[in-house]
């Protein structure tokens, strides 16, 4: 669907990056973590191509963005204003799935972290009694986002970033091979999550490949049209018969199974 909304508030989540909430109740009734949205910047309506975004959160009527300014899309988006008129189409893509056999672990890098964020919320809210872990990484701490957010939700968070300015110094891979072998000790299942630069993706969807658990990556294209026209978000993936075919991440993801994908 395409619907008209309405800015809510529009405020920092840190240098660089913002926190957009839009007033959107058909949207924000339908959306599952791990999907997407396009919109369209009201700055750059003359331009014919749509900007997507993970959905942060969906929650009582609105709906949530978390985006950095790293373009002409997002910079333009900057300048929107409370009570602005913006319009977004969606729900688009699959998700992840919302139940989770085992301890969920949500591996993310940078901005990564919007959809585990909503996948955390609706993960505690199915009663499984698992608690999700993340584990997020930056290059610096600046980009570790959202944290009092997720700790407010009761997650545990292990971080990571290059120049040790929080948490560990080095690959947020790095806590979650320790707790991949606790876990493993304790003979304990678990399910892996991630969203992120392709690094940390590829490293996930090996360790829940070579551990034999399920592992649901979110592949990060860029989506310009967000319904399978235009073929250029293609990702590789397996087909059970052995063969590969060209997935559009749009509509065949953006999250498949960490087995299906080819690097």
């Given at each position: 669907?395409?619907?008209?909304?309405?800015?809510?508030?529009?405020?920092?989540?840190?240098?660089?990056?913002?926190?957009?909430?839009?007033?959107?109740?058909?949207l924000a009734?339908?959306?599952?973590?791990?999907?997407?949205?396009?919109?369209?910047?009201?700055?750059?309506?003359?331009?014919?191509?749509?900007?997507p975004?993970?959905?942060?959160?969906?929650?009582?009527?609105?709906?949530?963005?978390?985006y950095?300014?790293?373009?002409?899309?997002?910079?333009?988006?900057?300048?929107v204003?409370?009570?602005?008129?913006?319009?977004?189409?969606?729900?688009?893509?699959?998700?992840f799935?919302?139940?989770?056999?085992?301890?969920?672990?949500?591996?993310?890098?940078?901005?990564g972290?919007?959809?585990?964020?909503?996948?955390?919320?609706?993960?505690?809210?199915g009663?499984?009694?698992?608690?999700?872990?993340?584990?997020?990484?930056?290059?610096?701490?600046?980009d570790?986002l959202?944290?009092d957010?997720?700790?407010?939700?009761?997650?545990?968070?292990?971080?990571a970033?290059?120049?040790?300015?929080?948490?560990?110094?080095?690959?947020?891979?790095?806590?979650?091979?320790?707790?991949?072998?606790?876990?493993?000790?304790?003979?304990?299942?678990?399910?892996?999550?991630?969203?992120?630069?392709?690094?940390?993706?590829?490293?996930?969807?090996?360790?829940?490949?070579?551990?034999g658990?399920?592992?649901?990556?979110?592949m990060?294209r860029?989506?310009?049209?967000?319904?399978?026209?235009?073929?250029a978000?293609i990702q590789?993936?397996?087909?059970p018969?052995?063969?590969?075919?060209?997935?559009?991440?749009?509509?065949?993801?953006?999250?498949?199974?960490?087995?299906?994908?080819?690097?």
């Open positions: 669907m395409n619907e008209k909304t309405t800015v809510a508030s529009h405020d920092s989540a840190g240098p660089g990056y913002r926190f957009l909430v839009l007033d959107a109740p058909h009734a339908q959306l599952v973590p791990g999907q997407f949205v396009h919109v369209k910047v009201p700055a750059l309506e003359a331009s014919a191509l749509r900007r975004f993970s959905v942060f959160d969906a929650d009582g009527g609105q709906v949530t963005l978390l950095k300014s790293v373009g002409r899309g997002t910079v333009a988006l900057n300048s204003q409370v009570g602005d008129g913006v319009e977004v189409m969606g729900p688009l893509g699959h998700g799935p919302e139940k989770c056999n085992g301890v969920p672990l949500l591996v993310g890098g940078g901005y972290v919007a959809p585990l964020y909503f996948l955390a919320k609706r993960l505690l809210a009663g499984s009694g698992c608690k999700p872990i993340l584990f997020v990484g930056g290059r610096t701490k600046d570790l959202a944290l957010r997720f700790a407010a939700l009761g997650v545990e968070i292990r971080t970033t290059n120049d040790g300015s929080a948490g560990v110094k080095g690959f947020v891979t790095e806590p979650l091979d320790d707790v991949l072998a606790s876990l493993k000790q304790k003979s304990e299942q678990f399910e892996l999550f991630t969203c992120g630069p392709d690094g940390l993706l590829k490293a996930v969807a090996q360790r829940a490949v070579g551990t658990n399920p592992g649901w990556i979110s990060d860029h989506m310009i049209c967000g319904v399978g026209a235009c073929f978000c590789k993936i397996k087909l018969n052995g063969e590969v075919f060209n997935a559009r991440c749009c509509v065949n993801g953006p999250v498949f199974k960490a087995e299906d994908l080819v690097w």
